[in-house]
């Protein structure tokens, strides 16, 4: 049973005040909190454990190496990859895919190739690739959104050609909720010849991932969305593919043999882990995803879709609000404008009641553009958000329209 007080309990910093006011946190599109339990693993590995991995003969080193890959396979479970060989740590979504931009565009793009993203990217899934399609006289081409926030999945099928090397779509979007078809997205990209990145970053910490079953060549989430520590992220790549890229960086780590002529790289995935990687914070995103496997990711799920459904029944009562998103397969992800209200006046105001949105435009200003607005109010749910908080933040919502 999903025991919401208990949950709670994991997160001292939920007990907290701000302005003498109880903490109503609803940024979790941003970061997530972390429960004890990760805290206490990171503390136990540098209290207990501390040594740096795969190189040291002595006992700490080798049970930190042991740590260290068992939370690689830990991650390999959690989105059912096939093998070990294909997770890769990385600092988090964002450099997951500067990553796979730089590797794949140097392995695989070419003159008058295309790249495709869509609208409702953020900045992470669109910067890289236009950096890499400058480098390589790429082009990058976009999937438009529909008025509610959805693909439109008939521009995407035309949108696809012999040129068309990767596909680079949110598996759900961090202003809009949209839950997008990544399953379709990958069947029509596949039936081109071309390939898909799913960025997982607002995905993974809501819903149960199966990367075989999405059959996407690229899968990009971080650690800090899951009730993880920042710092630690994973890029997933089919085996096949990662083995026909080149090194990311260069160092330690990723070579074979280094001679002052030549040098050959190690086996996947070190190849793409030039320098000490954090292994402590690989160790306390294996507990992180230990803690929501426990909880149930279908029972996390549930729980924040109620939120979710809720939230917007409220919401949509009060006047002069502009709920943005699709009505039906949304995320727990609400972004909002009341009247006229800035999004930063709203935002500060509702600060002041205890309550944490974000507001602004979310790194994903093209999105921005399209929906003709500078930005919005967002609320984002975790695991351990309750109907009670919905209550204060829709509260505070009309006590600042009443303001203005
Ligand atoms: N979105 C938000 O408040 P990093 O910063 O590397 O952990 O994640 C980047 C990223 C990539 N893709 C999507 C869909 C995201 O939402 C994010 C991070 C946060 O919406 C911080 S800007």
Not at 219 to 224: E, K, L, R, V
Not at 366 to 372: I, Q, Y
């Amino acid at each position: 049973m999903y025991d919401i007080a208990a949950i709670r309990q994991d997160f001292p910093i939920l007990g907290r005040e701000v302005y003498k006011k109880p903490l109503v946190y609803l940024d979790n599109g941003a970061t997530t909190q972390k429960p004890r339990q990760v805290v206490d693993a990171m503390v136990d590995e540098y209290y207990n454990v501390n040594a740096n991995v795969h190189r040291g003969v002595h006992f700490l080193s080798q049970q930190a190496t042991d740590l260290h890959e068992q939370s690689r396979e830990r991650v390999r479970q959690f989105i059912n990859a096939q093998s070990t060989s294909e997770i890769v740590f990385t600092r988090g979504t964002t450099e997951s895919i500067n990553l796979l931009a730089f590797c794949f565009g140097e392995a695989f793009v070419h003159e008058g190739d295309e790249i495709v993203v869509t609208e409702m990217e953020h900045h992470s899934n669109i910067v890289p690739w236009q950096m890499m399609c400058e480098r390589k006289g790429a082009k990058l081409k976009v999937i438009p959104i529909t008025d509610d926030g959805r693909l439109c999945m008939d521009a995407y099928r035309q949108m696809l050609n012999e040129k068309t090397r990767l596909v680079c779509c949110t598996h759900v979007s961090n202003v809009l909720g949209t839950i997008n078809p990544v399953k379709e997205i990958v069947k029509i990209a596949h039936s081109n010849g071309s390939l898909v990145l799913i960025d997982g970053a607002q995905s993974t910490p809501h819903f149960a991932i199966d990367v075989q079953d999405v059959d996407c060549d690229f899968f990009a989430f971080s650690g800090h969305k899951i009730y993880a520590p920042t710092g630690i992220g994973v890029l997933y790549g089919k085996e096949q593919l990662m083995e026909k890229l080149p090194p990311y960086q260069g160092g330690g780590e990723m070579i074979q043999k280094v001679t002052f002529e030549k040098t050959t790289y190690n086996d996947l995935p070190y190849k793409f882990e030039a320098g000490t990687p954090d292994y402590v914070a690989s160790h306390a995103l294996a507990a992180a995803l230990d803690y929501v496997s426990k909880l149930g990711m279908d029972n996390i799920f549930k729980h924040e879709q109620e939120l979710t459904t809720y939230a917007i029944a409220k919401l949509q009562e009060i006047e002069g609000m502009r709920i943005f998103g699709p009505v039906e397969g949304r995320d727990a992800v609400i972004s909002f404008l009341v009247g006229n209200i800035h999004h930063l006046d709203m935002g500060t105001l509702l600060d002041r009641l205890g309550i944490a949105v974000r507001t602004g435009h979310h790194c994903a200003e093209p999105l921005m553009n399209r929906l003709g607005i500078t930005g919005t109010v967002r609320a984002s749910f975790g695991l351990y958000n309750t109907k009670d908080e919905v209550d204060v933040l829709v509260a505070g919502v009309k006590r600042v329209a009443q303001m203005f």
